[in-house]
C-alpha cells in the first residue's frame, strides 16, 4: 500500500474503529471518490433549480387561478353611485350572499389552504417562544396534519381538476423539501459518526 492509504487508514482508525481499504491503486480510489461528490453536487444544484422553476411556474400559476372576482369574471361590473338604480339587478340573493366565485376564481381557496398551512407550521415553528426550524420528525408529522385539515375543510371539494393539479404541484414541492431534509439529517448523522 501506498503512503497516502496507510494515512487514511491510520486517520480512519483514530476514531476507535479499524477500517481496511484494499486498494490496487489509490489514485482510482480518490478518482471515484471525486467523481461521485461531483455527481452528488450537479444532481443537487439540478434538484435546486427544478425546485425553483417549479415554484416560479406554480407561483404565476396560483396567481393566475386565484383572480379576485373583478378579474376573473368577464361580466364583473362594480356599481358606483353615479349608475342608474334601474339598471342595477341582482340575480337572487344567495348571489349576494355566495357568489359563484368557485368556477371562476381559486381565490378562497388558496386563502384557505395557505392558513391552513401557515397554521400547522409544518417546516418552521413562527411562535414568539419557540422560533425556529422543526426537526424531521415533527416536519413529517405536521405535514401529515396539514394533509388531514385540507380533507377536514373540504376546501378541495368541488374545484376544478387544475385546482387539484395545482395543489399537487405545492404538496410536491413541500414533499421536497422533507426529501433533502432526510438528506441532511443522514449527511450530519454520517458526518457525526465519522468523528
Known amino acids: 500500500m501506498t503512503c497516502c492509504v496507510l494515512e487514511l487508514m491510520r486517520i480512519l482508525s ?27 453536487s450537479t444532481q443537487l444544484t439540478t434538484v435546486h ?16 387561478s386565484a383572480l379576485p ?13 353615479n349608475d342608474d338604480p334601474r339598471e342595477i339587478s341582482i ?9 359563484k366565485l368557485d368556477s371562476r376564481s381559486d381565490l378562497y381557496m388558496w386563502r384557505k389552504l395557505l392558513d391552513l398551512y401557515v397554521d400547522a407550521e409544518v417546516f418552521d415553528r413562527i411562535a414568539e417562544r419557540n422560533r ?10 405536521r405535514m401529515t396534519k396539514f394533509l388531514e385539515g ?3 375543510s373540504g376546501v378541495l371539494r368541488g374545484k376544478s381538476e387544475k385546482a387539484h393539479l395545482e395543489v399537487e404541484r405545492f404538496l410536491r414541492l413541500n414533499h421536497i423539501i422533507l ?17
Do not use: H
Not at 20 to 34: G, K, Q
Not at 49 to 64: V, Y
Open 132 to 141: 425556529g426550524e422543526r426537526s424531521l420528525e415533527d416536519a413529517e408529522i
Open 150 to 152: 385540507i380533507e377536514r
Open 91 to 99: 340575480p337572487s340573493t344567495k348571489a349576494v350572499f355566495r357568489p
Open 14 to 40: 483514530s476514531s476507535g474503529r479499524e477500517y481496511i481499504i484494499p486498494l490496487t491503486s489509490d489514485t482510482a480510489f480518490f478518482d471515484l471518490l471525486t467523481s461521485a461528490v461531483n455527481s452528488l
Open 179 to 195: 426529501d433533502l431534509k432526510k438528506v441532511r439529517l443522514w449527511s450530519t448523522a454520517r458526518d457525526s459518526d465519522e468523528s
Open 69 to 81: 372576482i373583478s378579474r376573473a369574471d368577464p361580466s364583473y361590473r362594480p356599481f358606483s353611485v
Open 49 to 64: 433549480s427544478e425546485f425553483m422553476a417549479e415554484l416560479k411556474d406554480l407561483s404565476k400559476s396560483i396567481s393566475n
